[in-house]
């Protein structure tokens, strides 16, 4: 059981580059999600999914696109870098029960991702 | 939109004292839960305690307790015996119930408080 895994756990990238950010969770978690946490801030949530093929846009979506082809893949992609995407980007899934009880998502180790 | 304030951006304890962490949010809602995040400098999110709002009875995890005012909109976490380990950044959030249309299971994060424990 490897839980949620996140590749790379660090990258660096020129502006204007595309890069995909790999989250895939091995619990047939329904729900998963990506959040960027950027210096002296919380997370914050950037898109999440409710299952294959439906996905939906959290606080801060824009400059990322995400799909859910399958239940246990959730990548991030981000087609057109730029410096304001320097962040540390989580990903979390859980149990469709689990986030509609208010219980805790289990979070990846996280991105740490800079744009030059 | 909800909001969650943190406003200790660093505090520091003495081992085995007990120290609080405050933590306010704003909402209209009725239903939600509150939780505080571990951030070690490994980056792990690690959950620490959680509250249910309906629920009056404050939550404790061993040495972590609550302080939950919900007329005040106040979630506070007292760390007892304070512990080498315990050194991180703690984050209060929260998540609207899952009904509540718009903004359902998103967690909203205070900006964080670094806490140091020192020998």
């Known amino acids: 059981n490897a839980g949620v895994t996140q590749t790379p756990k660090f990258q660096v990238l020129k502006t204007g580059q595309s890069m995909t950010l790999q989250c895939a969770q091995d619990?047939?978690?329904?729900?998963m999600s990506w959040y960027r946490q950027d210096p002296g801030m919380g997370l914050r949530l950037i898109h999440y999914?409710?299952?294959?093929?439906?996905?939906d846009q959290g606080e801060v979506p824009n400059g990322y696109n995400v799909s859910r082809s399958t239940t246990e893949d959730f990548p991030l992609r981000l087609l057109s870098a730029a410096p304001s995407q320097t962040s540390v980007y989580f990903c979390?899934?859980?149990?469709?029960?689990?986030?509609?009880?208010?219980?805790?998502?289990?979070f990846g180790d996280g991105t740490r991702l800079s744009i030059l | 939109a909800q909001t969650v304030t943190q406003s200790q951006p660093e505090m520091s304890v003495q081992e085995a004292e007990t120290v609080t962490l405050s933590c306010t949010y704003d909402?209209?809602?009725?239903?939600?839960?509150l939780f505080w995040y571990k951030q070690p400098p490994s980056r792990q999110m690690i959950l620490v305690i959680r509250?249910?709002?309906?629920?009056?009875q404050n939550a404790t995890e061993n040495r972590f307790s609550v302080n939950f005012q919900k007329a005040a909109k106040s979630f506070s976490l007292k760390i007892s015996d304070s512990q080498l380990g315990d050194t991180a950044m703690y984050f209060c959030?929260?998540?609207?119930?899952?009904?509540?249309?718009?903004?359902?299971?998103?967690?909203?994060f205070g900006k964080g408080t670094k806490l140091s424990v020192i020998p």
């Open positions: 979390a899934s859980s149990y469709l029960w689990e986030v509609r009880a208010g219980q805790p998502q289990h």
């Open positions: 619990m047939n978690h329904e729900y």
């Open positions: 999914s409710v299952g294959a093929g439906i996905t």
């Open positions: 909402t209209s809602e009725s239903n939600y839960y």
């Open positions: 509250q249910e709002a309906y629920k009056q």
């Open positions: 959030a929260f998540m609207k119930h899952f009904d509540s249309g718009a903004g359902s299971y998103q967690l909203t």
